[in-house]
């Protein structure tokens, strides 16, 4: 099986983003229980832009959203070479390369990518994916299996698996 992992449950950009916007602007977004799929929706052109200029720094340079979940990615890859790991990504541009510096950063051994421009194309690649992602989760094609990362902003969206945290992953045998 062709199992995408979202890279957003890896990756914890959010209070990097705040931290180098407070700095630079001397204000800060909240960053009390913030959906970052929902920041669209705050966010101004102001920061847009900020985020457009620093993307790199951003996520590039943001920090695991759990301490070693990068690694056992890594082991997870290898105690289960049955199936075939991607990182999918929703995104184009200079999110590929941040991305990418991002997970070279962690030492990430998954070595196949999925970056696509809309979200719902990232389902062409693999059979499954693991994401906190609403709008994934939404439309999550018939034929496909779907792993929901358990996140306040996503509670009402279904799944076909619910886990409190990737590392649960195992302990449920989905795999």
């Known amino acids: 099986m062709k199992i995408g992992i979202d890279v957003n449950i890896l990756r914890n950009y959010i209070p990097r983003l ?10 800060s977004p909240s960053n009390e229980d913030i959906n970052p799929y929902a ?3 705050s ?32 082991q997870l890859q290898k105690n289960h070479t049955e199936h075939q790991f991607y990182i999918v990504c929703n995104g184009f541009e200079m999110i590929v390369p941040s991305t ?19 979200s719902i194309d990232l389902w062409e690649e693999v059979d499954m994916i693991i994401t906190d992602s609403p709008f994934l989760l939404e439309n999550k094609p018939e034929d496909k299996k779907i792993v929901k990362i358990k996140k306040f902003y996503n509670l009402n969206n279904q799944s076909d698996y619910t886990l409190d945290r990737l590392t649960d992953i195992e302990n449920e045998k989905i795999l």
């Open 18 to 27: 705040i931290d180098m916007y407070y700095k630079e602007h001397e204000k």
């Open 100 to 118: 990418l510096h991002f997970l070279c950063k962690m030492n990430c051994d998954i070595q196949n990518y999925v970056f696509r421009k809309n």
């Open 43 to 74: 966010f101004d052109d102001e920061i847009f832009d900020f985020i457009g200029e620093n993307i790199l720094e951003i996520f590039g340079f943001a920090k695991e959203t759990e301490r070693g979940i990068i690694s056992y990615c890594n």
């Open 39 to 41: 920041l669209e929706d």
